[in-house]
């Protein structure tokens, strides 16, 4: 059985944090080594870089960053998170021949360079064999990041790079298809049909977001919701080609790894936002599939949806977790809620935004031109924040409870510091790991009557630039995780592997164009509920 881990992250050293969750019982800890900044330009941690120059490290610096918690906590057991998107000097250097790029948002336009891969993986061989031969008594895994916030999300929106267009007219060969360009902008941003158009979904979170206001001058219609098949069958194409190609790239580093690492070492990567909300088609993810089929991979990662953070709500997952467990992988559940005690100051002059104010989460802008306008809109899940110390307990056991129900592994992730604070909120969480150390690893069938069906093959007929786009999967799942209701979610491709029989309601949340696969759910006096579909 492959690990279970319960365990604590933060950006930062939270040294004494660390040492409270280890007098509650908690041994596990996760840190990231990182040679980049984040989405606000700042360093993603307190330690400077490792990768200095072309074939220049500093491993004083991984050293420094290991041993300051193992000084802390001398018996820690450590996940290790490292951030394979390029430094900036990297990008700079050459960028003037159009041939750099920024993987950290432009991931797709650089993951086919040999360049950026060679040198990426000579990095990342030189790290893990300093971690292996130092730190074998403690790193039990290690997690593969890059792209946007490190979780292999491309950001670019499919722009185009000459690394890029070659790929692409490669991949048309092979499917015995004509080589051409890159489909322009204006149509990979655009679909054909809408219906109901005068609808929004403010609660989107990328899906169709345009800071810059021009989108109204170039689609002043809309930019449509569903493609038509028969006259946007070469984008669709095109997004098959990005989301499959983001899938190699990570694959391409879970072998790179494996021949270093010890065998006993998991592999761990953040993907596989099957019934997120984000991005749902230029982001990267929706070969989810092909990932979990990768050998190398032991577990996979997301945050928890942002659909069921807040009180009142039930947790819910990102990821598809029926196709997880099919394949023989485990589920790490990101629990990155926000407190009403979480460290706001990134910097004496960067403070996020409040999210505890009232209605934080309903701001919008009224100015396309100011910076300082436009960062109301993010202040991160204000929806989702535990204010009180009630809250933060209450939510803890709730997400505890969710991951001992799906055996699914957990970390804490106090980002920035004071996520967890106060004797409440520390003796709850050492009877918690009690509960986990006596109830995680019991076997147990599972009893859900409910199964929620996703098609990654229907929803390249979705525009993610309509914010509708996300509702689709975000509505189900919200009116599932509050209804109380035992529940599953799989993909279409699992339903020939799994018995039906104690499934009472199944629910298409996208079956645009109903497929031969979804037969198998008839009969068995059970009801199907088929959304937002239609018969082609």
Known sequence: MKNLYFAYRSFWPELETMKKFRECGIDTFCYMVSNTVNSLGEPYTKYPPVWKWNQVYDLSAFRRQTDDILNAVPDARLMCVIDLNTPHWWTRYLGAFGVRYDSFYELGKIAQAETWRNDTAAYLRVLLECAEKEYPDHIVAYILG?????????????????????????????????????????????????????????????????????????????????????????????????????????????????????????????????????????????????????????????????????MGHGTTSMTVHESIRINGKRMLQ??????????????????????????????????????????????????????????????????????????????????????????????????????????????????????????????????????RCGSFRRCALQALSRSGLAYSVASVANLERMDLKRFKLIVFCHPFRLREAYQKVFGGGRSVLWLYGHHQ
């Open 146 to 310: 890059a792209g946007g916030a490190t979780e292999w999300h491309d950001r670019s929106r499919g722009e185009e790079s000459v690394y890029r267009l070659a790929a692409w007219q490669r991949w048309r060969r092979r499917k015995g298809l004509l080589p051409v360009d890159i489909p322009g902008r204006l149509r990979r941003d655009h679909a054909s049909h809408d219906f109901i158009t005068g609808q929004t979904d403010c609660t989107s979170y990328y899906n169709g977001i345009d800071p810059t206001g021009c989108y109204e001058d170039l689609f002043p219609e809309g930019p449509g919701l569903l493609r038509e098949p028969f006259h946007e069958q070469e984008v669709m194409d095109y997004w098959r080609f990005c989301n499959e190609s983001n899938v190699e790239s990570a694959r391409f580093f879970l072998e790179e790894s494996r021949k270093i690492i010890r065998p006993e070492v998991e592999l761990g990567m953040f993907f596989g936002y099957g019934v997120g909300q984000w991005m749902l088609v230029s982001g990267g993810h929706l070969e989810y599939e092909k990932l979990l089929a990768v050998p190398e991979l032991d577990f996979i990662m997301a945050p928890v949806s942002y659909v069921g953070r807040g």
């Open 334 to 467: 990101e629990m990155d809620q926000r407190t009403g005690t979480g460290n706001r100051r990134l910097a004496d002059y960067i403070e996020l935004p409040d999210p505890s104010q009232p209605a934080a989460d309903q701001q919008e802008w009224s100015d396309h031109t100011d910076s300082r306008e436009l960062a109301k809109k993010f202040v991160m899940a204000a929806d989702g924040v535990w204010r009180s110390e009630d809250d933060i307990i209450a939510g803890m056991r709730r997400d505890t409870a969710y991951c001992l129900i799906h055996q699914d592994s957990l970390w804490w992730f106090d980002m920035w510091g004071g996520f967890y604070e106060g004797k409440a909120v520390f003796d709850n969480l050492k009877k918690m790991k009690e509960l986990w150390d006596a109830e995680s690893l019991a076997t147990c069938d599972d009893v859900s009557d409910v199964l929620m069906v996703e098609d990654p093959e229907n929803l390249y007929l979705l525009n993610d630039m309509d914010c």
